[in-house]
T-cell receptor, first 112, second 111 residues
Framework: SQQGEEDPQALSIQEGENATMNCSYK?????LQWYRQNSGRGLVHLIL?????REKHSGRLRVTLDTSKKSSSLLITASRAADTASYFC????????????FGAGTQVVVTP | DTAVSQTPKYLVTQMGNDKSIKCEQN?????MYWYKQDSKKFLKIMFS???????INETVPNRFSPKSPDKAHLNLHINSLELGDSAVYFC??????????FGPGTRLTVL
């Protein structure tokens, strides 16, 4: 069954604005990973946040994790046209031996 | 150097044919995976190998058979291809329970 569910499904913003997307999952996790996929391309790893962590930063990206609510969020600050892509969260559950369970993704469009 | 590579990038074939997709990683990881991404972009794991041993085998038709000749390679062979097999197939590798690195994908079209 699908673990990660993302919200919103699509997001359209202007350059310079912030973009926030949320992910919910169903069972206990070892970690949660965020990926970006440009149209027709492969997945690029953005951030991994472990179950004992609450927040991580990488450049203009900030990821939070709330294990009590089984949810995570990805914030892209000062967005650029090059941030246009689909963003996926993927939960690595504790019983999964490394299996990532992906959400349906959020399609982000950043217009100049 | 490409970390995770797949060949071919595109594969167009007729129903009923047999085809293979190859994957290689040069990251020294112990674990490799195959994922399938459907037309709605939903990604689902198919198989995982750890040190050449099959550890994850999701509910996948037995027409799909993975093979790992060594821990740097994981190939996917598909027999008797069907229209519904059309998708993008991604290979990935990682150390167990760590960041997974994905290949560029193989777009399979079955006519």
């Amino acid at each position: 069954s699908q673990q990660g569910e993302e919200d919103p499904q699509a997001l359209s913003i202007q350059e310079g604005e912030n973009a926030t997307m949320n992910c919910s999952y169903k069972t206990s996790i070892n970690n949660l990973q965020w990926y970006r996929q440009n149209s027709g391309r492969g997945l690029v790893h953005l951030i991994l946040i472990r179950s004992n962590e609450r927040e991580k930063h990488s450049g203009r990206l900030r990821v939070t994790l709330d294990t009590s609510k089984k949810s995570s969020s990805l914030l892209i600050t000062a967005s650029r046209a090059a941030d246009t892509a689909s963003y996926f969260c993927a939960a690595m559950t504790t019983d999964s031996w490394g299996k990532l369970q992906f959400g349906a993704g959020t399609q982000v469009v950043v217009t100049p | 150097d490409t970390a995770v590579s797949q060949t071919p990038k595109y594969l167009v074939t007729q129903m009923g044919n047999d085809k293979s997709i190859k994957c290689e990683q040069n990251l020294g990881h112990d674990t490799m995976y195959w994922y399938k991404q459907d037309s709605k972009k939903f990604l689902k794991i198919m198989f995982s190998y750890n040190n050449k041993e099959l550890i994850i085998n999701e509910t996948v038709p037995n027409r799909f058979s993975p093979k790992s000749p060594d821990k740097a390679h994981l190939n996917l062979h598909i027999n008797s291809l069907e229209l519904g097999d059309s998708a993008v197939y991604f290979c990935a590798s990682s150390q167990v329970e760590d960041t997974q690195y994905f290949g560029p994908g193989t777009r399979l079209t079955v006519l």
